[in-house]
């Protein structure tokens, strides 16, 4: 059973706003100091499973602020529905590498 559905975030990241809506999040147990963790979860749709990382490492870092939590507190994946299979890359970036890679493309844009 979802924590949350469907919810909406405004994420400021260098300067800019990002907003979204993370499909779904779920309780994951605590770490060790007691501090809630969760999982969020991109569903998808389509057959191949190419769905680019930064979307889930924008959502990880919104869920994070959004519930107060460190984001280690935060595990992320996306679900693809026709094969049943949940992916979660092995790292995704955190506020300051999304700033960085947000500078990038704005000098290259």
């Known amino acids: 059973m979802p924590h949350r559905v469907e919810t909406p975030f405004a994420l400021v990241l260098s300067g800019q706003v990002v907003r ?6 779920y309780t994951d147990g605590r770490l060790d100091d007691g501090t809630q963790r969760y999982l969020v979860v991109d569903w998808k749709t389509h057959r191949a499973h190419d ?3 930064l979307q889930l490492a924008v959502y990880r870092q919104a869920w994070a602020e959004l519930a107060g ?4 507190a935060v595990r992320a994946g996306f679900f ?5 299979e949940l992916v979660e890359p092995p790292e995704l970036p955190g506020r300051a590498e999304l700033e960085a890679i947000l500078d990038a493309a704005t000098v290259r844009g």
């Open 69 to 72: 939590v460190p984001v280690e």
């Open 80 to 84: 693809y529905v026709r094969s049943g």
């Open 51 to 53: 769905a680019d990382a």
């Open 20 to 25: 979204g809506r993370i499909d779904a999040v």
